[in-house]
């Protein structure tokens, strides 16, 4: 694999990781959650209609990973609690030169997207009020010494 694959790879992934799928056990159906200015609409889907939409997702990665040249990628659809991994799926191979496939266990190099990452986590509980971007990290995580903005001031390291 290429530094080129590695950083196209590395732009692309989080894009197909971000796909989430909400389900609720107890009904044996799925729903979906969408925010529309503020308003949030929940329409619920049938085992059936679950099976035909994640058989949408899977032909859709297939399609981007051809279209952009993806030699491998690795999916995972998680619950609306975070309780349970409802598919996951490997795509291509991880080492094109001996030809081993990705797995869902395939651990790929994320590079500087966790920043990112933390950035949209920080901000969704500033907006709910959860945190304030001025609260002392310590008060969080007490062997910080540092404020929630100073998270974002941060050189790369």
């Not at 056990?25 to 049938?46: A, H, I, P, R, W």
Request: charged residues 25%.
């Amino acid at each position: 694999m290429t530094n080129d694959d590695l950083h196209q790879l590395t732009l692309i992934l989080p894009i197909y990781l971000i796909f989430l799928v909400a389900c609720s056990d107890k009904e044996e159906s799925f729903q979906v959650v969408k925010q529309n200015e503020g308003t949030t609409m929940q329409s619920s889907l049938s085992e059936q209609d679950f099976s035909n939409l994640s058989d949408r997702f899977v032909d859709w990665v297939e399609e981007r990973q051809e279209e952009d040249n993806i030699p491998g990628v690795a999916i995972a659809l998680v619950n609306s609690q975070g309780e349970e991994i409802v598919l996951t799926q490997g795509f291509g191979h991880r080492d094109l030169e001996n030809q081993l496939p990705v797995t869902p266990e395939t651990l790929f190099h994320i590079g500087s997207t966790h920043k990112s990452m933390t950035a949209l986590l920080i901000a969704t509980l500033v907006d709910e009020g959860i945190l304030d971007w001025d609260n002392p990290a310590i008060e969080i995580y007490p062997e910080f010494e540092l404020t929630v903005r100073s998270f974002e001031k941060r050189p790369a390291e």
